[in-house]
């Protein structure tokens, strides 16, 4: 079966600072990978995703994540945070199949300091 | 702008009481997922169907959660008899087949159980 984890609980970054939230899979066959953005009090939504295309894969709101398969890693990045960005982040798995699911991990919660 | 709608927003009832969550899949969406939030146990998925049919529910308590797919605009999650420990938030997702597409959250339903 397949799984993500991600490190730490938390991160907190400057506004204006480098945003790394980190994703590391595991899968015996080639993943779908996503991140999903969730605003208090509301549900998730989509960032980005990757599906087998291009491995640097760019979302909304100025973030994009790399595929790297050496390193099992989706990582999530954006150049200069901003204030608006403070939210929970989720990492997830899919895999090809009729009955596929897609699995979360914990999620990230990232404070922006202004 | 399609979305999943989910009712009730908010319900405070009291433990033992019967709890039903329902969920408007997008139109055109042949797969509904029911996920539930909390702060230890983070996303769970709980349940999910394919053109009306349980794929997996395996991380449901079956002695007291029902999920069903009565038509393919309605989803339904039950609770009864309900307890403290089902507090928390659900949310029902659909999206289209195949495995790596994007899947669509509900603004989720707020459960506390007194």
């Known amino acids: 079966a397949q799984s993500v984890t991600q490190l730490g609980s938390h991160v907190s970054v400057s506004e204006g600072a480098l945003v790394l939230l980190r994703c590391n899979y595991s899968?015996?066959?080639?993943?779908?990978l996503f991140w999903y953005v969730q605003y208090p009090n509301q549900g998730l939504q989509l960032l980005l995703k990757?599906?087998?295309?291009?491995?640097l894969v760019k979302g909304i709101n100025g973030f994009e994540a790399e595929f790297k398969k050496s390193e099992t890693s989706f990582h999530l990045t954006k150049p200069s945070a901003h204030m608006s960005d403070a939210a929970e982040y989720f990492c997830a798995v899919s895999v090809s199949g009729a009955n596929s699911k897609l699995t979360f991990g914990k999620g990230i919660t990232l404070s922006v300091r202004p | 702008d399609a979305r999943v709608t989910q009712t009730p927003r908010h319900k405070v009832t009291e433990m033992g009481q019967e709890v039903t969550m329902r969920c408007q899949p997008i139109l055109g969406h042949n797969t509904v997922f029911w996920y539930r939030q909390t702060m230890m146990q983070g996303l769970e998925l709980l349940a999910y169907?394919?053109?009306?049919?349980?794929?997996?529910d395996s991380g449901m308590p079956k002695d007291r959660f029902s999920a069903e797919m009565p038509d393919a605009t309605l989803a339904t999650l039950k609770i009864q008899p309900s307890e403290p420990r089902d507090s928390a938030v659900y949310f029902c997702?659909?999206?289209?087949?195949?495995?790596?597409?994007?899947?669509?959250f509900g603004e989720g339903s707020w459960l506390t159980v007194v």
């Open positions: 899968s015996s066959v080639p993943p779908y």
């Open positions: 169907f394919r053109n009306r049919a349980p794929l997996d």
């Open positions: 990757y599906t087998s295309a291009a491995t």
């Open positions: 997702a659909s999206g289209p087949s195949p495995s790596g597409n994007t899947i669509y």
